[in-house]
């Protein structure tokens, strides 16, 4: 199983999670966050915080690839 994804892939379960819980105010009380943040991560201004990532499962890390 490949265990690696990528920021776009964590703002597709946030929308989910926001359509599931009926509204963007709701879900980020569920997660102790900020409305506005949401939106704004929602919508590509700010990146998933390693503390939003932990609340939805996930340890935001940091890579290197080798370029040729």
């Given amino acids: ?3 690696i994804v990528f920021e776009n892939d964590v703002r597709a379960e946030l929308r989910a999670l926001v359509n599931s819980s009926g509204s963007v105010t709701k879900l980020a009380a569920s997660l102790d ?9 929602l ?5 998933v915080s390693p503390k939003l990532a932990r609340k939805l499962g ?9 370029s040729q």
């Fill in 58 to 66: 996930y340890d935001r890390v940091y890579a290197y690839v080798i």
């Fill in 1 to 3: 199983k490949n265990n």
């Fill in 33 to 41: 966050t900020g409305a506005q943040y949401v939106f704004d991560v």
């Fill in 43 to 47: 919508a590509g201004r700010r990146n």
